[in-house]
């Protein structure tokens, strides 16, 4: 990882070094970040009905898992559940012939399985699976940027205005799978994340570092703060967690957020990392 000036790991964990940081400041931090560092983004999307759900886990298991160190709070470590539908995934410039040669991926949900670590002072996330019905993009991903995607079959219900989310993801080969269902509180409006909180920690995140066939790449997102409430969720059936590691059977299922999501979602181009670019 290469940028102009080195990155400060501005966390709202409370710990050495931390930064308090105003409702939406992460954001804001890493948009500068971006354009300092990648000038302009490379694809822009549009990530709606997001729903993230939340573990607490036995911090050696998922280290033993990750390639990457760990990033805390208040010394736990978190894995996510991050189930929503990507649309118009397209090239930040090119027109209308850009747009068209993505239009095989553009629109399609996923399951994403994310852990959060920091490398080189940048919080990030890593992905420990993802699951997504396009098998055309199950193909790309691995190669463009060390994405650790899984063909399924996924069936999302998120409808804010009736106030209940429900969703199936079942692996396209060994058939497990996940199956949620919950409510969210319709009179509350989505808002940022407040300053400090673990909501901000797990969901304010705008870097992703990658590893696949032995290469470690990073890429960089940014988009506007996420607008959330808290939501209600079951977790009904879940072996397929199972096939992201042994990380889940050491877990305690702690909430969830619901998000309608965020237009325009800048995406840089993914980065190698060097072995003397990794501190672990």
């Not at 193909?139 to 804010?160: K, M, Q, S, T």
């Not at 959330?228 to 889940?248: K, N, Y």
């Amino acid at each position: 990882m290469r940028c102009e000036e080195r990155v400060g790991h501005e966390s709202t964990n409370g710990g050495p070094g931390s930064i308090a940081l105003s409702e939406g400041r992460v954001s804001a931090v890493a948009r500068k970040r971006f354009l300092r560092c990648e000038g302009r983004p490379v694809f822009l999307s549009d990530w709606r009905e997001v729903l993230m759900m939340h573990f607490r886990v036995d911090r050696a298991i998922l280290q033993a898992e990750t390639p990457f160190v760990l990033d805390l709070h208040d010394g736990d470590a978190y894995v996510s559940l991050v189930a929503f539908r990507m649309r118009r995934f397209r090239f930040a410039r090119g027109g209308r012939l850009a747009r068209w040669v993505m239009l095989p991926v553009a629109e399609h949900s996923f399951l994403n399985v994310r852990t959060y670590v920091v490398h080189a002072g940048e919080p990030g996330i890593y992905f420990l699976a993802e699951w997504l019905p396009n098998r055309l993009a199950v193909l790309l991903g691995p190669v463009a940027f060390g994405l650790p995607y899984r063909y399924g079959r996924l069936a999302y219900e998120h409808d804010e205005e009736r106030g209940m989310v429900r969703g199936t993801v079942e692996d396209g080969t060994s058939r497990d799978s996940l199956r949620y269902s919950g409510n969210l509180d319709v009179e509350d409006s989505g808002v940022p994340c407040g300053a400090g909180t673990l909501a901000e920690f797990l969901m304010e995140r705008y870097t992703a570092f990658t590893y696949w066939r032995g290469f470690r790449r990073m890429f960089r997102i940014w988009h506007e703060a996420w607008p959330q409430l808290a939501a209600d969720v079951t977790i009904e059936e879940c072996p397929l967690l199972e096939r992201s590691g042994a990380w889940s059977r050491h877990s305690s299922y702690v909430g969830a957020n619901y998000s309608t999501g965020v237009n325009r979602v800048w995406m840089g181009r993914p980065r190698a990392l060097s072995e003397n670019d990794l501190r672990f």
